[in-house]
């Protein structure tokens, strides 16, 4: 590990403490996704070996070589979009999806993980600030949806996700973690789905002091974490 990543995950550790202070929440509720899409092989052979566990990656492509080398030493999360005729690729090597967004895209994955005899986590990614350029399903339908879950027996919602816009000021973001937070404590206040829903995917290296603050339980880190190269 170089001395450069060693601090910035110190640092990170630190700023993950602090907000946590702030919000009257413990450090150990919140897990560090290392988003490694713009990070080379060796630079994620390092990440996992400082003792980050978790990685995330946004395509397939870009992440296949990655996987081959380190797939048994870390939990992988697919972070990014995620194309019907890509879950062959990604369901049974990732453990977690973040991007769910779409039936069809249930449907093949459900598909996927029954062939498979596994169950698949994966986050609800709602498009909480309405932006025309994001992803994610519009919050509006978000209860319909889980509930065409319900007879996916291979699929298990371990929360919701969403991506704030990139701001100047952090602070701008906090209307946008709160959306999904609220939204997740109504899909269990209405018992859409027979279990709890606890995850919260949001906040990355611009804000992610921010989204702890309005309770996220993993936070995606690229930048601010293991860099750009």
């Not at 859409?192 to 936070?219: C, H, K, P, Q």
Request: glycine share 8%; with cysteine; proline share 3%.
């Amino acid at each position: 590990m170089t001395v450069e990543l060693k601090e910035r995950i110190e640092e990170v550790r630190k700023r993950i403490a602090a907000a946590c202070a702030r919000a009257g929440r413990s450090p150990e509720e919140v897990r560090v996704i290392a988003v490694t899409k713009y990070v080379s092989l060796e630079t994620t052979g390092q990440a996992l070996r400082s003792g980050l566990t978790d990685v995330g990656e946004n395509r397939w492509q870009d992440a296949a070589a990655k996987w081959e080398a380190f797939g048994s030493e870390g939990v992988w999360h697919f972070i990014g979009h995620l194309q019907t005729n890509k879950v062959k690729d990604v369901v049974g090597r990732f453990a977690y999806i973040h991007s769910l967004d779409r039936l069809s895209l249930a449907k093949e994955i459900e598909k996927k993980a029954s062939a498979l005899g596994i169950e698949v986590p994966c986050f609800i990614q709602l498009n909480v600030s309405g932006e025309e350029t994001k992803y994610g399903l519009e919050p509006g339908g978000l209860l319909d949806f889980a509930a065409e879950l319900r007879s996916m027996k291979h699929i298990r919602v371990a929360g919701l996700m969403t991506m704030a816009p990139y701001e100047a000021e952090p602070e701008a973001t906090r209307p946008v973690f709160r959306g999904l937070r609220e939204w997740r404590d109504r899909l269990n206040r209405e018992t859409v789905l027979d279990y709890e829903v606890m995850g919260l995917s949001m906040g990355m290296s611009n804000d992610f002091e921010v989204a702890i603050e309005e309770g996220a339980t993993w936070v995606r880190l690229g930048s601010v974490l293991v860099g750009k190269e």
